[in-house]
């Protein structure tokens, strides 16, 4: 039973720090490299599917490159990508969360002592 609850709380340590690590990369190399909100949300990771809106009756934009625009342009997606692509993104990175933090509670973190 004592094992169990280590196991536990070793996952949900790891799932917290993975959850920060997957909020930093995506703010780093997802958000506004491959879709641009004119008016975003604060850490695109922690609010899924919130990434990009029609304004104002303008449709989302498909665009070569990603820039910076300004409230009254449309929010933009990179060619190639979708709104689907990016939900399947971001599963991938919760999956990727969630085995390495099974496989981190699975491990002893202290070594034991040997009694000699």
Known sequence: MIRMFKSAAKFVIVMFVM???CTVVWQEFV??????CTDPAWLDF???GDWVHIHDGKPVAFVPVIIGGSMSDPDTIKEGWSVARLWYLWYLFVAVSVVISVLLARIRWIPKQSKE
């Open 19 to 21: 959850t920060i690590v």
């Open 31 to 36: 958000t506004d490299k491959l879709y641009n």
């Open 46 to 48: 922690l609010s899924p």
